[in-house]
Every structure is written in structure tokens, then in C-alpha cells.
Nanobody, 115 residues
Framework: QVQLVESGGGLVQPGGSLRLSCAAS????????MSWYRQAPGKERELVAS???????NYADFVKGRFAISRDNAKKTVDLQLGGLKPEDTAVYYC?????????WGQGTQVTVSS
């Protein structure tokens, strides 16, 4: 079955960086677009970045050049490099795959930005 496993979250000071990774299995990874979402306490889940099967990338406006999404089809991973982190980036970050009109989610990884 489809499995998405995130890693790389943690506590970081404002202005710092983190690299999140999502390992995928159970489907033909190279054929599908992948996305990162986040959900802060009391807020709805929101799209952060997406990368299509042809490496077409889109970012949410709030990213403003601070984050970078990438994928490695050989390793079946999709990464999200976070930089210039702000306290408002604190959230659980989720990996997402949309396969035949169904959304699949990982368990999430916590990112906390605090001094």
C-alpha cells in the first residue's frame, strides 16, 4: 500500500534552516506529483510546495524564495529545504501524494521555530 514517511523536523532558531525528507513506497513514484503541506495549531492545512512528475514546481506565496522542493525518483524521495525560518513557520509538515483522485498523507513532522 501507499506509504509516506517524513523525517527531518525539529527545533530551530529564527533565521535557521532545516531539510525535510519524505520517503515514498507502494506506488510508481516517478509518475505522480508530490507536495508538502503544513498545519499550524488552530489553523487549516495549507499547501507549501508541489513538484509534478515533470519537475514543474509551485510554491505558496508565503514561501517567497525561502524554501526549495526537490525530488529523487531513483530514491523515491521528495525533500523540502527550509530556510530563513520564522516563528510563523511553526507547524506540522506533511508529505502528500495524489494518486487517482485520492490523497495520501504521511504522519507529519514537527517544525518549531523559536529562540
Amino acid at each position: 500500500q501507499v506509504q509516506l514517511v517524513e523525517s527531518g523536523g525539529g527545533l530551530v532558531q529564527p533565521g535557521g534552516s532545516l531539510r525535510l525528507s519524505c520517503a515514498a513506497s507502494g506506488f510508481t513514484f516517478s509518475l505522480y506529483g508530490m507536495s508538502w503541506y503544513r498545519q499550524a495549531p488552530g489553523k487549516e492545512r495549507e499547501l507549501v510546495a508541489s513538484i509534478s512528475s515533470r519537475d514543474i514546481i509551485n510554491y505558496a506565496d508565503f514561501v517567497k524564495g525561502r524554501f526549495a522542493i526537490s525530488r529523487d525518483n531513483a530514491k523515491k524521495t521528495v525533500d523540502l529545504q527550509l530556510g530563513g525560518l520564522k516563528p510563523e513557520d511553526t507547524a506540522v509538515y506533511y508529505c502528500n501524494a495524489r494518486i487517482t483522485n485520492q490523497n495520501y498523507w504521511g504522519q507529519g513532522t514537527q517544525v518549531t521555530v523559536s529562540s
